[in-house]
Every structure is written in structure tokens, then in C-alpha cells.
């Protein structure tokens, strides 16, 4: 029996179903108690035991792998749809200012999201990998008409996009205006010299 048969098992409609139950109570989990969220919480809110959440998820990453691959398609389409619409540096500060958005759903994803990128062998690392090489393609757009210097890769992009995630979640005041700010300095930092603001961005402005 396959994914398309119309007429499938109550025991896969079953299976389906509580995958799905357990991917959204995660995502909830995860947004409320960080990505270190004990799993039997998840379960708990999925509704499900916890012999059934381990068999569609046997490992922590294997279920923020599931909670990110659909975010992670919606941010490669995005990233592909700006790319035909705006301008080659609006396109690219625009799309990251709603990756960084993204990482900071929780607390502990803007550090996952930095080793995720270092372990080439992780899962969430091939899960990922539309939206890495759509942002690549919109940096080298960039770059191509000369709005942004030349030196800097995707990776650097994603370094600095999950800092600023992380200073931001990480501020002891709570400074709603900090993202902005940081994404303001990140713009200017990677403008060709020649194509820079002549005074400094306060806050974000593609």
C-alpha cells in the first residue's frame, strides 16, 4: 500500500494521524519550553504514549527535524518568490529578517541552527537544504549586481542571522526594538561600500 492509495488502513490513518498530533504539540512544546522541552511533555500534549511518540520519532533531533522541514520549505519558496519580485538587496535583507524572526520561535533553535550548520552529516542539516542553497542564491544575486560585497557567503549570512537571534532572545531588559537594530548594522555591514546608507541604520530598513 503507498502514500497515494485513496482507500488506506485504519491502522495507517491511525499512524499518520498521531504523527501529525505529535508534530504540532511539538512545535507548541518547543515555543513554550524551548527546543530542551522533555519529550514525554510532547506526548503528553499529543496525546499519545510515549512508545508510540518514539516510534515516529526515535531521537530529540529526529523531532525537530519534523517540526522544521515545513517552515524550512516555506522559507525556500519565500526566499524564491523575492528573487522574482524585489530588488536583489531588498529581496535579500527582507528574507533575513524573517529567517531571524523564525529562529527566535524558541528558545535554544538559534544555537541548534549554528551546529546544525558545522555537522554536515545531521539530519537537520539535509532537511534544510532547499532553504540554504534558495538564501545562497539570493545572496549571490545580490552580489551580482553589486549591492553587496563580495566576500561573504551563505554561511556567514547564517551566522550572523542566528546571533542576532540569539542576543535578542538573550536580552536581559527585554529591548523589542533590538532585532531591528542588529538586523540595521547587518544590513550596512554587508552593502558594497558604494552602495551604503550615508548615516547609519538605527533600525532595519531593506
Not at 512544546?29 to 526515535?58: C, E, K
Request: one cysteine or more; charged letters at 20%; a negative charge.
Amino acid at each position: 500500500m503507498t502514500a497515494s492509495d485513496p482507500n488506506p488502513s485504519p491502522r495507517r490513518t491511525d499512524a499518520r494521524r498521531n504523527r501529525l498530533a505529535l508534530i504540532a504539540a511539538a512545535a507548541e512544546v518547543f515555543a513554550a519550553q524551548g527546543a530542551n522541552a522533555a519529550l514525554d511533555t510532547i506526548a503528553r500534549a499529543a496525546g499519545v504514549g510515549n512508545a508510540t511518540m518514539y516510534r515516529h520519532f526515535p531521537t530529540r533531533d529526529a523531532m525537530i527535524e519534523a517540526v522544521l522541514a515545513e517552515r524550512y520549505r516555506e522559507l525556500a519558496t519565500h526566499a524564491e518568490e523575492l528573487a522574482h519580485a524585489e530588488a536583489a538587496d531588498t529581496a535579500l535583507f527582507t528574507w533575513l529578517a524573517e529567517f531571524v524572526a523564525y529562529i527566535q520561535t524558541f528558545r535554544g533553535l538559534s544555537e541548534l541552527v549554528l551546529a546544525t550548520l558545522r555537522d554536515h552529516d545531521s539530519a537537520l542539516y539535509a532537511s534544510c537544504k532547499a532553504m540554504r542553497t534558495s538564501a545562497a542564491e539570493l545572496l549571490t544575486r545580490a552580489q551580482r549586481t553589486g549591492a553587496v560585497r563580495a566576500d561573504i557567503d551563505a554561511s556567514d549570512l547564517f551566522t550572523h542571522a542566528a546571533g542576532i537571534a540569539w542576543a535578542a532572545q538573550h536580552t536581559p531588559t527585554g529591548d523589542p526594538d533590538r532585532t531591528a537594530r542588529l538586523l540595521g548594522v547587518l544590513a550596512d555591514g554587508l552593502r558594497h561600500p558604494e552602495s551604503r546608507s550615508p548615516q547609519p541604520h538605527s533600525t532595519f530598513v531593506p
